[in-house]
């Protein structure tokens, strides 16, 4: 019973043109939203981060938006850069709680 | 050091062995994390420690699974008589938040445990 779902297993952008991840989830009581990336043999690292009492939250090049009656979210990354190759999962947390949920991933292709 | 530090990088164990999987914070850091990574899945929940107190242990998944934190620092997660689902990246992950669920959690490099 996944309660963050990332549909896209893999996605490939040209460089210079807008990526753009999505991401699902289940459970209405999430309130904190959370992105991170992740290149091969390295742990996760954070993005960017969005709380439920907001519809969007930018970052430079970074970009989150949250639609909560559709429990979606997604990630805009405007330019993709060759660095941004990399897998990109999302989170979801309740305040109630302690921990963070994450989605499979999705594999972000910068292409030349 | 300044990250998170974790221990052994690389793990080869023989089914029914036990392995201990060593997890340095960063200082000063309150809440701890452990995460299992299956191949092409995401991190998985397993523990939460706030100091030295485990305040949730919902995610291990069977008794063979145990952590510890006992000076609110370096933490060890401890995997007895392994099996070959166990195998996985094991992440640790602190924050100077109580729980994770405000803030952005900082993520070692994991251990990658391989089972025979």
């Known amino acids: 019973d996944q309660q963050v779902k990332q549909n896209s297993p893999s996605l490939s952008v040209q460089e210079g043109r807008i990526s753009i991840l999505n991401c699902d989830y289940t459970n209405s009581m999430f309130d904190y939203f959370l992105w991170y990336k992740k290149y091969p043999a390295e742990g996760p690292t954070f993005l960017i981060s969005?709380?439920?009492?907001?519809d969007k939250n930018e970052d430079g090049r970074f970009t989150v938006f949250l639609n909560k009656s559709a429990k979606h979210l997604s990630l805009h990354i405007v330019p993709s850069q060759p660095g941004d190759s990399a897998v990109y999962f999302c989170?979801?947390?309740?305040?109630?709680?302690?921990?963070?949920?994450f989605g499979k991933g999705t594999r972000l292709h910068i292409l030349p | 050091g300044a990250g998170v530090s974790q221990s052994p990088r690389y793990k080869v164990a023989k089914r029914g062995q036990d392995v201990a999987l060593r997890c340095d914070p960063i200082s000063g850091h309150v809440s701890l994390f452990w995460y299992q990574q299956a191949l092409g899945q995401g991190p998985e929940f397993l523990t939460y420690?706030?100091?030295?107190?485990?305040?949730?242990k919902s995610g291990l998944p069977s008794d063979r699974f145990f952590a510890e934190r006992p000076e609110g620092s370096v933490s060890t997660l401890k995997i007895q008589r392994t099996q070959q689902e166990d195998s996985a990246v094991y992440l640790c992950?602190?924050?100077?938040?109580?729980?994770?669920?405000?803030?952005?959690?900082?993520f070692g490099e994991g251990s990658r445990l391989t089972v025979l």
């Open positions: 989170a979801a947390s309740d305040r109630r709680d302690d921990k963070i949920i």
């Open positions: 992950a602190s924050t100077h938040l109580s729980g994770g669920n405000t803030g952005e959690l900082f």
């Open positions: 420690f706030q100091n030295e107190a485990q305040l949730d």
């Open positions: 969005i709380s439920s009492i907001k």
